[in-house]
């Protein structure tokens, strides 16, 4: 009977070795909500500009890229390379991937007085057909930014950046 609980207790835990995005952004998504966050958008896709102004944005959809990007899996353990350095206000949390298969090749976490300041993420895909670049950069109380490149065989490269401000 104990040998049966034990196991089951085993099952039921999430080892969680690095930073988390998916519950940070989960976070995100509440406070932004509950503060009635209002959001400015500017989108450039090859050279053409839109702006938008959304007075109820949907922050799940808006925050879905970064959620997307974490790396939390038992699998990648092994697979990035921790670096943590201090400033005189700041922690610099820096994963790198030490192989050239996984998305998310770099992610940086900046903390000021143990609360996420800023994060970074630099993500990679590339096979015979096609290949991307993306940099997420968030900031918690100004906004976030998305640019990237695609190409496709046999198309032209694509390439597009969104910057949205959070409006009170």
């Not at 099952?11 to 998504?29: A, H, M, N, P, R």
């Not at 959304?54 to 925050?63: A, F, H, R, T």
């Not at 993500?123 to 640019?147: D, R």
Request: charged letters at 25%.
């Amino acid at each position: 009977m104990i040998l049966l609980l034990s196991c089951n207790a085993k099952q039921g835990v999430e080892v969680k070795t690095f930073f988390s995005l998916k519950d940070y952004f989960d976070k995100e998504i509440n406070r932004l909500t509950s503060e009635q966050m209002k959001l400015h958008k500017l989108i450039v896709k090859d050279g053409k500009s839109e702006e938008k102004d959304l007075q109820v944005p949907i922050w799940k959809s808006e925050l879905e890229s970064f959620r997307e990007c974490d790396f939390n899996r038992p699998a990648w353990i092994k697979s990035y390379r921790v670096d943590t350095f201090y400033t005189a206000n700041q922690t610099h949390l820096t994963y790198k991937a030490l192989e050239l298969k996984l998305p998310v090749q770099k992610l940086e976490v900046i903390l000021k007085s143990d609360t996420v300041y800023m994060i970074n993420i630099m993500l990679s895909k590339k096979n015979a057909w096609y290949s991307s670049e993306q940099f997420l950069s968030y900031e918690a109380l100004k906004g976030y930014s998305i640019k990237g490149t695609q190409k496709v065989v046999l198309a032209d490269p694509t390439a597009y950046q969104i910057t949205a401000d959070f409006k009170p």
